[in-house]
């Protein structure tokens, strides 16, 4: 257990010290608002860190290891050794062991003590000391499950309620990748590859069942290209759509057919890759996507995340698929979510913009290409008053 006070210019500011030097699991405390000439802000952390026997046999001045590497004795947490019952020297009489073992025996019932405190306040919630208007806004904020991080920044730069749209869609890179006005404009190629990738779950699929009935709308002649690598059958649903749609579909199984399957698809305006979900752990999925990009095919890759997801698990996500050149990212089933704040999450740790969001499984339909503006109010909108 290690606890600390923090002293910074800023809520966030401090809060951005106790990550990077307790990490993700910390807890705050208390904090308060100092005033004054030069005000600052002070906030009381603390982390929940496992004993290791080591650490707790190192910490003990009873049991020092120096000791036992001057004299070339083994130290009592030795590879097979008891870290409780250290070897007994010729004539111990064995009190020297029992004051030991009591010693840590105590510091570990200080530690379970400590670690029920925390998790205690963990439990009922901690109150930050913070000015009304400016603790009215966070927790506002929090309600919609936005991260208590990211809620101080925001509150630092808003002057009020009013003030969050403005503030929030700043944050946020919308972009309109479908709209007549921009298509030409951003595709850089005589035609457009999209690769929609993401875990299981997220609607791949019918996403890209959706995006190809906007594309044909607009006069764009479209494929289809199932990547089926890992699930015999996975395809399936996609080969319904195709032909609900009336558009071409190659399978392919690797990136090397992938290649040759646009190839011949040469007379196609957008080709949209569909791609199996797989566990973003799993290291050889992974290396099957980053094969095709090795390729060199001018692939516009959409990152899809079930804004219904668990925030946890889309932040992990992001950590696998960071070393994936992703272009944009879109958010999923937004009508399955009670709170849409891992959206504004995602939009802050990904810095990629947003091409679109889908709002159920209908098809055609139930896709919106939304503005920074529109995907805050979204945003704002959700959870308790």
Known sequence: MKIKKYQARSFSEALALIKRELGEDAVIISSEDKKGSRAYVEITAAVDYDLE???????????????????????????????????????DTGGFLSSSACDIMDLKNEIRSLR??????????????????????FYFLRERSIKDDFALSIVERAGGLEDLESVMSGDINGARLFSRKTWDLSCQYSRRILMLIGPTGAGKTTTVAKLASKAIKE?????????????????????????????????????????????????????????TGQNPRDNEYIGSLKDVYRTGLPV?????????????????????????????????????????????????????PVAYITTGQRVPGNIEFVDSRRLTNLILRTGSA
């Open 219 to 275: 006069g764009k002649k479209v494929a289809v290209i199932g990547v089926d690598t890992f699930k015999i059958g996975a395809i399936e649903q996609i080969r319904i759509y195709s032909k609900m749609l009336g558009i071409p579909l190659d399978v392919v199984s690797n990136a090397g057919d992938l290649k040759k399957s646009i190839k011949r698809l040469n007379d196609r305006d957008v080709i949209l890759i569909d791609t």
């Open 53 to 91: 026997p080591n650490a707790a046999f190192e910490k003990n001045p009873r049991f020092p290891l120096q000791s036992f590497a001057a004299t070339g004795a083994q130290p009592p947490f030795a590879k097979g050794g008891n870290p409780l019952t250290p070897p007994l020297e010729k004539g």
């Open 116 to 137: 029920e405190g925390i998790e205690a306040m963990r439990n009922s919630g901690c109150e930050l000391t913070l000015p009304g208007q400016s603790k009215k806004m």
């Open 300 to 352: 516009e890759t959409q990152l899809l995340l079930s804004a219904s997801g668990d925030c946890d698990f889309l932040m992990e996500t992001h950590r696998h698929y960071g070393s994936l050149p992703v272009d944009y990212i879109a958010f999923t089933k937004t009508d399955e979510a009670v709170k849409l704040g891992s959206i504004y999450n995602l939009c802050r740790v990904y810095k990629k």
